[in-house]
T-cell receptor
Framework: AQSVTQPDIHITVSEGASLELRCNYS??????LFWYVQSPGQGLQLLLK??????LVQGIKGFEAEFKRSQSSFNLRKPSVHWSDAAEYFC??????????FGPGTRLSVLP | DAGVIQSPRHEVTEMGQEVTLRCKPI?????LFWYRQTMMRGLELLIY????????DSGMPEDRFSAKMPNASFSTLKIQPSEPRDSAVYFC???????????????FGDGTRLSIL
């Protein structure tokens, strides 16, 4: 079965700084990869997804993620963080014939 | 377009009471999912439906939990009797049927925050 790890429970960055959130997965074949964001009191919103093709995918709100098969990673990046980006971020993995698996989440705090 | 709609947003009740959570998926979506989110366990998939039929309920914690989808636009998650450890945020999500269940992004409602006293 597939699994997802997000090594960082909590990250704090200053507004305007760059951001990288880590996601590692475990699955034998190429998985379907997703990043979601959850603002306080809200549901999860899809930021971006990777199925195949170009390994660098662009998402909403200026986010991008890069699939690296050799590292089994799908890290989320943003060049300049805004205060409104403070939220919880979830990486998720899907695989043919299997359900979604969500990572434990990374909480992002943004300093003014 | 209206997203996934859940009700109520908040529910506080005493243990032993029956709790019913409601969900209206996005029109045209054939998959519906119920999740539970807690600090300790994160997001857990409880059950999902395809075309109103329960496909996988292996995540349902106990017989006290039941879910139904009487039609394409409505689903309920019921807990009877409720216990304090059921306190959590319960999310409903829906997705399109194209492809497999695993390659379509899920659209989430805002959740129901349930507190069992």
């Amino acid at each position: 079965a597939q699994s997802v790890t997000q090594p960082d429970i909590h990250i704090t960055v200053s507004e305007g700084a760059s951001l990288e959130l880590r996601c590692n997965y475990s699955y034998g074949a190429t998985p379907y990869l997703f990043w979601y964001v959850q603002s306080p009191g809200q549901g999860l919103q899809l930021l971006l997804k990777y199925f195949s093709g170009d390994t660098l995918v662009q998402g909403i709100k200026g986010f991008e993620a890069e699939f690296k098969r050799s590292q089994s990673s799908f890290n989320l990046r943003k060049p300049s963080v805004h205060w409104s980006d403070a939220a919880e971020y979830f990486c998720a993995v899907g695989a043919r014939g299997q359900n979604f698996v969500f990572g434990p989440g990374t909480r992002l705090s943004v300093l003014p | 377009d209206a997203g996934v709609i859940q009700s109520p947003r908040h529910e506080v009740t005493e243990m032993g009471q029956e709790v019913t959570l409601r969900c209206k998926p996005i029109s045209g979506h054939d998959y519906l999912f119920w999740y539970r989110q807690t600090m300790m366990r994160g997001l857990e998939l409880l059950i999902y439906f395809n075309n109103n039929v329960p496909i996988d309920d292996s995540g349902m914690p106990e017989d006290r939990f039941s879910a139904k989808m009487p039609n394409a636009s409505f689903s309920t998650l019921k807990i009877q009797p409720s216990e304090p450890r059921d306190s959590a945020v319960y999310f409903c999500a829906s997705s399109l049927a194209a492809g497999t269940v695993s390659n379509q992004p899920q659209h989430f409602g805002d959740g129901t925050r349930l507190s069992i006293l």
